[in-house]
């Protein structure tokens, strides 16, 4: 049983919660504790790299201001004492205790998992009642907040008028919780919600990804479309004298389909769906000290001695079995690999490290897989304290 999910299993959460209902759990993560401090959390915001954004609804006369960072030190000296929030996207892909927390979600796909945003409140600080496309687990790390659950919404829901906030406009609380360290709640897709902050609170929220059709096909047919001849083209052979000629006729549209027959290539499908779920949306990652091998037998030689190689935090790893093989892919790349390298896959899908004692000299198929994921940046090495 996973003690994420308080007192149920695993199976009966997806059976009976996942996007279906919401869900509290009282001390999910017993008295859990940030391992970022609100002082670093504003350190990241001021960092270019870093997308975040201060939410403040302190003025009457113009509620729920937004600004978007980097922030400077002034930003922060010039907030209100209260009703303000510090939202900072993507924290795990900087700060490794983070994303550590990914590890108790491993009864869902793991290329499903987005990112973790991290928000630090003050009283009555919060981003208004909204609802997200996506599921979404909200961990209480500090201090208290309180979260109103409202109605189901769609994209006919009415919302207030603002640029940067999509605030229901008439939120409707169903129910209301008070949530303390270790707490969390789940939410699915449409529901709409509403956190305040009661004292200096931080909250995680763990994001799954959710891409919409019209994303998935426009994104699919240009990967196809990238990758067929100019010469590829609609044609009619063997034409018939038309009638009228400004119809366009059954058998047009039945040529039509022929050439759009093209999208309908699964092979193409499952890499490009493992590219496009294992893409990054942020343009920088964390520049990690490593030491990339030039060649498998250096990699051999640095595991052997003692030298352990782990999943870079933030970096993004699926793979898929295609004719006997598998594909793997690693921050939106593709590599091909054996059915050799399963034990290794088992290993890195968990995040956990890989030593010597995971690979053998003689199999040449996993050094090759990991010699290419450390030198996409995926892997990086760790120093063991013994060497």
Same mark, same amino acid.
């Given at each position: 049983?996973?003690?994420?999910?308080?007192?149920?299993?695993?199976?009966?959460?997806?059976?009976?919660?996942? /996007? %279906?209902?919401?869900?509290?759990?009282? %001390?999910?993560?017993?008295?859990?504790?940030?391992?970022?401090?609100?002082?670093?959390?504003?350190?990241?915001?001021?960092?270019?790299?870093?997308?975040?954004?201060?939410?403040?609804?302190?003025?009457?006369?113009?509620?729920? %201001?937004?600004?978007?960072?980097?922030?400077?030190?002034? =930003?922060?000296?010039?907030?209100?004492? +209260?009703?303000?929030?510090?939202?900072?996207?993507?924290?795990?892909?900087?700060?490794?205790?983070?994303?550590?927390?990914?590890?108790?979600?491993?009864?869902?796909?793991?290329?499903?998992?987005?990112?973790?945003?991290?928000?630090?409140?003050?009283?009555?600080?919060?981003?208004?009642?909204?609802?997200?496309?996506?599921?979404?687990?909200?961990?209480?790390?500090?201090?208290?907040?309180?979260?109103?659950?409202? !109605?189901?919404?769609?994209? /006919?829901?009415?919302?207030?008028?603002?640029?940067?906030?999509?605030?229901?406009?008439?939120? %409707?609380?169903?129910?209301?919780?008070?949530?303390?360290?270790?707490?969390?709640?789940?939410?699915?897709?449409?529901?709409?919600?509403?956190?305040?902050?009661? $004292? $200096?609170?931080?909250?995680?929220?763990?994001?799954?990804?959710?891409?919409?059709?019209?994303?998935?096909?426009?994104?699919?047919?240009?990967?196809?479309?990238?990758?067929?001849?100019? $010469?590829?083209?609609?044609?009619?052979?063997?034409?018939?004298?038309?009638?009228?000629?400004?119809?366009?006729?059954?058998?047009?549209?039945?040529?039509?389909?022929?050439?759009?027959?093209?999208?309908?290539?699964? !092979?193409?499908?499952?890499?490009?769906?493992?590219?496009?779920?294992?893409?990054?949306?942020?343009?920088?990652?964390?520049?990690?000290?490593?030491?990339?091998?030039?060649?498998? $037998?250096?990699?051999?030689?640095?595991?052997? !001695?003692?030298?352990?190689?782990?999943?870079?935090?933030?970096?993004?790893?699926?793979?898929?079995?295609?004719?006997?093989?598998?594909?793997?892919?690693?921050?939106?790349?593709?590599?091909?690999?054996?059915?050799?390298?399963?034990?290794?896959?088992?290993?890195?899908?968990?995040?956990?490290?890989?030593?010597?004692?995971?690979?053998?000299?003689?199999?040449? +198929?996993?050094?090759?897989?990991?010699?290419?994921?450390? =030198?996409?940046?995926?892997?990086?090495?760790?120093?063991?304290?013994?060497?």
């Amino acid at each position: 049983m996973n003690t994420l999910l308080g007192n149920i299993s695993a199976a009966e959460f997806l059976r009976e919660y996942w /996007q %279906q209902r919401p869900l509290l759990i009282r %001390q999910a993560l017993p008295a859990y504790q940030s391992p970022v401090s609100p002082e670093e959390l504003a350190g990241l915001a001021m960092e270019d790299t870093v997308e975040a954004r201060l939410v403040v609804n302190d003025d009457e006369a113009e509620p729920w %201001q937004v600004w978007h960072g980097p922030f400077s030190e002034e =930003a922060f000296l010039n907030l209100p004492v +209260d009703n303000w929030t510090l939202l900072v996207q993507a924290v795990d892909h900087w700060v490794p205790e983070v994303a550590e927390l990914l590890s108790h979600f491993d009864f869902l796909p793991g290329w499903r998992l987005d990112d973790i945003m991290v928000s630090y409140a003050r009283p009555g600080g919060g981003v208004g009642p909204h609802y997200d496309h996506y599921d979404v687990f909200l961990l209480q790390a500090r201090g208290r907040r309180k979260w109103q659950v409202g !109605q189901r919404c769609t994209v /006919q829901t009415p919302l207030m008028t603002h640029n940067d906030l999509k605030i229901v406009a008439d939120f %409707q609380t169903a129910e209301e919780w008070i949530l303390e360290p270790g707490d969390m709640l789940y939410l699915p897709p449409g529901v709409a919600h509403n956190g305040i902050g009661i $004292d $200096d609170c931080m909250t995680f929220s763990v994001g799954f990804r959710a891409p919409s059709a019209a994303e998935v096909i426009t994104h699919f047919s240009d990967y196809v479309a990238d990758n067929l001849s100019d $010469d590829n083209r609609y044609a009619d052979p063997a034409l018939s004298l038309p009638e009228h000629p400004g119809e366009i006729t059954h058998s047009a549209i039945g040529r039509l389909k022929t050439l759009l027959s093209q999208l309908d290539d699964e !092979q193409k499908l499952v890499e490009w769906f493992g590219r496009f779920m294992t893409e990054s949306k942020y343009n920088m990652t964390p520049e990690l000290p490593t030491i990339k091998p030039t060649d498998c $037998d250096e990699l051999a030689g640095r595991l052997k !001695q003692g030298y352990s190689l782990t999943v870079v935090p933030g970096a993004r790893l699926a793979y898929s079995a295609l004719n006997n093989c598998w594909q793997v892919y690693a921050d939106g790349q593709v590599l091909h690999a054996s059915e050799q390298v399963s034990p290794i896959l088992t290993r890195l899908e968990r995040r956990q490290p890989i030593d010597q004692a995971d690979v053998s000299e003689a199999d040449a +198929d996993t050094l090759l897989l990991l010699t290419q994921l450390v =030198a996409l940046g995926t892997l990086a090495w760790k120093r063991n304290d013994d060497c």
